[in-house]
């Protein structure tokens, strides 16, 4: 999460492909083999993920709705047998960072280096035996946008080591222990949402996870069948979730779960937030505790009526159902930025079905549900809202649901 610490740089307008084009493979390999002096024995991709619904709710046990853009981050990889590990970005300026695994400590810094250096923290803390390796990085995921820049350097690391050192765990296995790269060792404490995402979605689909037990169902999401398309409107603005910002929710929910005598928010059904909210109110929680545990709870209910709505084929019933998403990030959760209620505001009146930003917010993105016929109109208006505003112009691609973590070759 933390976006604006990655190597990546954003694209003025990023591509929309959902291939991966050759070039990048053979530009990859020849800059990995000129940097290193061999070839790499292999390169993976992980890519950039967007939320369709479920925000805040996978710390709390809660349900969330990701889908995989095409945007990727790719690792070229050769393993090492004498404890080096060399890391560089082809995004970022500066040259190799050389490190020793076994000296590796969280909260040691690194910059854009923590990401895939806490991955193999992570898997030598879980008695994976990862001797070294030599990655070259680079992505197209736009950072700071709330699209999970991070999320896919971590997931990208740690399937192209599964592979190389033959440690045999799944896709989900390795996304978790992403997430304790993220949590314990570069200090941001997202939920698991974002490695899951990267590393389980399936093109077409939009992934149903239960973050409790981690247990998915792909669920087809063909925008362009039912003449739809998702747009992400990127406001430039950049967000930090390792500012406190994030923290402070995050501690917020767990306070909620603790004076309701429940494990997380997860155990407050929607039918019991009413009572819940008195609970709250009567023994003088604050009032950001209030406003954190009703969003939650009513973010998992809306994850349900979406998943109800796309099952029955009602994909623009979604619409108002993602706009009362982002009133709940707005005004419960406080998440939000003037420019992503912008771009809310003026898509839903220009025509679109429904808008919310998505992911930890204060910046980042929003998407925008609309017709496939409507879709320049409302790119139009909010382009035109953001110049009259004095906002720098944001960028504009549709969602196309995309794979997962994956070997390139």
Known sequence: MTDN?????????????????TASFTELTASFAELYGAAPEGIWAAPGRVNLIGEYTDFNDGFVMPLALPHTARAAVARRTDGEL???????????????????APHSGHGWAAYPAGVVWALREAGHPVTGADIQLTSTVPTGAGLSSSA?????????????????LTAAELAVLAQ????????VP???????????????????????????????????????????V????????????YAERRAACEEGARVLGIRTLRELPYEGLGAGLDTLAAAGADESVVRCVRHVVSDNQRVEQVIALLDAGDVRAAGPVLTAGHVSLRDDLRVSCPELDL????????GALGARMTGGGFGGSAIVLVEEAQADTVTKSVLEAFASAGYAAPGVFPAVP????RRLG
């Open 152 to 168: 896919a350097l971590e997931v990208v690391t740690a399937l192209a080591l599964n592979d190389l050192f033959g440690l045999g």
């Open 5 to 21: 610490a990655e190597p990546t740089a954003a694209p003025t307008e990023p591509t929309a492909s959902s291939t991966e084009p």
């Open 343 to 350: 771009v809310v505001e003026t898509a839903n009146a220009a």
């Open 234 to 245: 990127d406001t430039r603005v950049k967000h930090a979730l390792g500012d406190g910002a």
């Open 190 to 232: 997202c939920g698991v949402m974002d490695q899951m995402a990267s590393a389980c979605c399936t093109e077409g689909h939009a992934l149903h996870l239960d973050t409790r037990d981690l247990t998915q169902r792909q669920v087809p999401f063909d925008l362009a069948a039912h003449g739809l398309q998702l747009l992400v």
């Open 180 to 187: 304790r790269a993220e949590n314990a060792f570069v200090g």
């Open 402 to 405: 995309s794979a997962g973590a």
């Open 86 to 104: 060399r890391l560089h970005s082809t995004d970022v300026p500066g040259g190799v960072v050389q490190l020793r695994v076994d000296e590796l």
